[in-house]
């Protein structure tokens, strides 16, 4: 019996940690990706280069990617074109992402407008107000550009292999 509660905990932490080895790689990128992007926009339009609601929301928008990522590797349509050429899946992985990342934004600003003490009706009604297609748009286009190399360097990844990738840029040039 003890060997049971002995290895219910491992078997939870092994499965917590293959998870986090999931979900770590888009986050990370996407947080610095996202970031690189506020940075540059506050210097062109604002003329600095830190406002902490920014680089908030940058930070939140990784984490929504992450879990969007993580939940979408989940469905077996993913691999719908697995052993096409490399553009078919890169194209379609990217298309795919950014469909359910949207959903997942749209997703949690509805749960942010039903804690609103105002009342989701009228919360709602003000984000529609507040809802301008060139932001929208703006950011769609962005989530698209990272997305897409992000899936072309994990396709590529594994087409060459488990630590071909990495070996082929941070190791020796032979040849």
């Given at each position: 019996?003890?060997?049971?509660?002995?290895?219910?905990?491992?078997?939870?932490?092994?499965?917590?940690?293959?998870?986090?080895?999931?979900l770590l790689p888009p986050t990370i990128y996407f947080f610095c990706a996202f970031n690189v992007i506020?940075?540059?926009?506050?210097?062109?339009?604002?003329?600095?280069?830190?406002?902490?609601?920014?680089?908030?929301?940058?930070?939140?928008?990784?984490?929504?990617?992450?879990?969007?990522?993580?939940?979408?590797?989940?469905?077996?349509?993913?691999?719908?074109?697995?052993?096409?050429?490399?553009?078919?899946?890169?194209?379609?992985k990217t298309v795919f992402y950014c469909v359910v990342v949207s959903l997942f934004r749209v997703v949690?600003?509805?749960?942010?407008?039903?804690?609103?003490?105002?009342?989701?009706?009228?919360?709602?009604?003000?984000?529609?107000?507040?809802?301008?297609?060139?932001?929208?748009?703006?950011?769609?286009?962005?989530?698209?550009?990272?997305?897409?190399?992000?899936?072309?360097?994990?396709?590529?990844?594994?087409?060459?292999?488990?630590?071909?990738?990495?070996?082929?840029?941070?190791?020796?040039?032979?040849?």
């Open positions: 019996m003890s060997l049971n509660v002995a290895s219910w905990p491992a078997k939870a932490g092994r499965i917590w940690w293959r998870e986090m080895k999931h506020v940075v540059t926009t506050n210097l062109l339009t604002r003329s600095y280069w830190f406002a902490l609601t920014n680089f908030l929301t940058a930070t939140a928008l990784a984490l929504i990617v992450g879990k969007a990522v993580l939940v979408a590797d989940k469905f077996r349509t993913i691999d719908r074109f697995r052993g096409a050429p490399l553009i078919k899946p890169i194209l379609y949690e600003q509805l749960i942010h407008f039903s804690f609103d003490g105002d009342g989701f009706r009228i919360a709602f009604r003000e984000a529609l107000e507040a809802f301008t297609w060139h932001r929208f748009m703006a950011i769609q286009i962005w989530l698209f550009t990272c997305f897409l190399l992000y899936v072309t360097a994990t396709e590529l990844s594994a087409a060459l292999g488990p630590g071909k990738l990495k070996q082929l840029i941070f190791g020796p040039r032979t040849g």
